[in-house]
């Protein structure tokens, strides 16, 4: 399984260092689980071990003039080759538009990168109805390579990010059984994962991890996710 956290705008450097470093010691005990972390820009910088470090975000660029961004010549430096691409906070509070999406994965996709692809609904989709929201999520998959041998998707109801609020359990395998018919990357589940709920999700048909968000902060819950997932594999 594939256990993911997106540190959003938290840790400083330092703070994500040692955070990587607990990681690295659970892990080095004996999971087999595959293991990302996207720590906040600033907070990038090289790493050797199991843990593959990710970032949150970059331009579709080597470099330029391209105020507030990042481009490859920045990650290059750190050695990252692996990005989130499509995060709801990207698309609903700064903005980013499906075309803009696209053309950043296909210019990561042409370097070979590994791309964490983010779909999903805000709640009045939802609501709407399931053809709707399907619709609606369908359309996040308009010109992105579902077949690219370095893709991972992963479904965040919107509504459920941050809020405490999620989908039963019922309703994240339902959804994931249709996303799956889109694409046989391996799919993530993301949406107020906690350390009380992830063991219940990681266990459903479909769901081949989490991406977890301010619950991965934690590096001791962290941990005991990618604890839950190896508890599964072991069975």
Known sequence: MIIAANLKTNLTRKQT????????????????????????????????GKVVVGTQNAYATENGAFTGEIGTDQLDEFGITTILIGHSERRHVLGETQEELVKKFNFYKELGYKIVYCVGEPLEKREAG????????????????????????AYEPVWA???????????????????????????????????????????????????????????????????????????
């Open 17 to 48: 260092g040692e955070y990587l470093s607990e990681i690295e010691n659970y892990l080095n005990s004996g999971s087999t689980q595959e293991v990302l972390v996207f720590p906040a820009i600033s907070s990038l910088d090289s790493h050797t």
């Open 130 to 153: 399931n053809e709707q929201m399907m619709q609606y999520i369908s359309a996040q998959y308009e010109g992105i390579d579902t077949s690219y041998e370095n893709l991972i998707i």
């Open 161 to 235: 990010i941050g809020t405490g609020l999620t989908p039963t359990l019922e309703e994240i395998e339902s959804i994931h059984t249709e996303l799956k018919e889109k694409s046989t990357a391996p799919l993530l589940y993301g949406g107020s994962v906690k350390v009380t709920n992830a063991a219940d999700v990681l266990a459903l048909h479909n769901v081949d991890g989490v991406l977890v968000g301010s619950a991965a902060l934690y590096a001791e819950h962290f941990c005991s996710m990618i604890e839950y997932a190896q508890e599964l594999e072991n069975k």
